[in-house]
């Protein structure tokens, strides 16, 4: 069924609560043909943990049309839902903060304070506390004057707080900035960061650059992390998606130089191998990804776990990939959506059970500036 192709503005309210007012990277991607793929892990048969669910572990699809959620965005980069199914969308270029509702007008919640958008840096990630009925926290990444750092907000649903810095020092760059933000199934917040286009970090343990983070709310090391600090995972180039699967297994997509882009499983402590690999090399003592794609084909972004597959995004692939996780590793990859929206930004799995996705074509001073879309896509009507 196509999407709907009405234009939705993005409405204003001009409310306020402390000093906040409520209410793209360059490409590279793969055929399936072209991905390579790792038969060492072995996982459940789908991923995502949310209700409602369907006996095999994955969110049931209460709603199967595809449909255009919001339009007349200006950079939607990073989305996450709350409770009541509504969520939230970052963004990048214009440093707002985006309320949407399926069958509603997108609502400004106001501009977040110290963001300075540059290249591909910006208002970048959103994640929402898995105890937000309670604390009503909501977490956002971000490049200010000097950094890239996640802040901490409360929402209530009409207004929210002044933002709270809870992790700073982040290395920042015209591009190569991370910025995804997702609590995991163990509760404490994942967040990405890129090597900031200085690749030495990605090796350097002690330096936040190249680098998946696992932090609590408060910012600081999350227990259990493996060297004690803040460092989940490192040797990274530049990691912008995160997912688990029900089982607990995570899953990340990562931006290559020149030659390859990666899925990768993550698992704690591991290096993979930036700058010294990009893609499989089979070295003692770095990880090699479960898929790699050409760089002409994917420039991947966000992903998500859904009826038994990543979901991954394409910039410069302009195409949705699903990628079939199978008892042994990960099956072929296939390519959808191949053009028919553009540059995709993000995908996270409703609580109705599609995939909620953002398109990413425009960029400052282009004549199509403000008009990306936030699309609600059935898994089962693409697969």
């Known amino acids: 069924m196509p999407p709907s192709r009405r234009r939705r503005s993005v409405t204003t309210v001009v409310a306020t609560a402390g000093a906040l007012a409520l209410a793209a990277c360059s490409g590279e991607t793969s055929r399936a043909g072209n991905g390579v793929t790792s038969p060492s892990m072995s996982t459940s048969s789908d991923p995502t943990s949310s209700s409602p669910t369907s006996s095999n572990g994955s969110r049931a699809t ?5 449909s255009t959620v919001a339009s007349g965005l200006d950079v939607p980069w990073g989305i996450a839902f709350l409770p009541d199914g509504s969520a939230l969308v970052t963004l990048r270029d214009q440093a707002r903060l985006v309320h949407v509702r399926d069958g509603a007008e997108p609502v400004t919640l106001g501009t977040i ?7 591909e840096g910006g ?5 929402v506390s898995p105890d937000y009925a309670r604390d009503r926290r909501v977490f956002l990444s971000y490049t200010a004057a000097e950094d890239n750092r996640v802040v901490r907000l409360a929402f209530d649903g009409t ?19 991370g910025g995804r933000l997702a609590f995991g199934p163990d509760g404490y917040l994942y967040v990405t960061t890129g090597d900031a286009s200085d690749s030495a970090r990605a090796q350097d343990r002690d330096n936040l650059g190249g680098k998946i983070l696992r932090i609590t709310q408060d910012g600081a090391a999350a227990p259990g992390n493996p060297f004690g600090n803040r ?3 490192w040797g990274h180039r530049n990691v912008q998606g995160i997912a688990w699967a029900p089982d607990g297994r995570m ?8 030659t390859w882009d990666e899925l990768n499983l993550i698992e704690p402590g591991r290096n993979y191998g930036w700058p010294t690999v990009e893609g499989r090399a ?6 090699d990804p479960l898929v790699q794609w050409p760089t002409s084909e994917a420039s991947p972004s966000g992903i998500a776990v859904a009826d038994g597959a990543v979901w991954m995004t394409a910039l410069r692939g302009e195409s949705l990939w699903r990628i079939p996780l199978t008892s042994n590793g990960v099956g072929t990859p296939q390519r959808l ?8 930004r993000d995908a996270v799995l409703g609580p109705d059970g599609r995939l909620w996705v953002l398109t990413s074509n425009t960029f400052r001073g282009d004549p199509r500036e403000g008009d990306d879309k936030v699309l609600a896509i059935p898994p089962g009507a693409l697969a």
């Open 282 to 287: 089979g070295r003692s003592g770095l990880t």
């Open 337 to 344: 959506l191949e053009g028919e929206y553009g540059r995709l």
């Open 62 to 66: 209460t709603n199967t049309r595809r």
């Open 113 to 119: 304070p110290g963001v300075q958008p540059d290249g």
């Open 231 to 233: 460092v989940w995972t």
């Open 251 to 258: 899953y990340a997509s990562e931006f290559g130089q020149n």
């Open 123 to 127: 208002l970048l990630g959103v994640a």
């Open 159 to 177: 207004r929210a707080s002044r933002p709270e810095a809870i992790l700073t020092g982040i290395p920042k760059a015209g591009n190569h900035n």
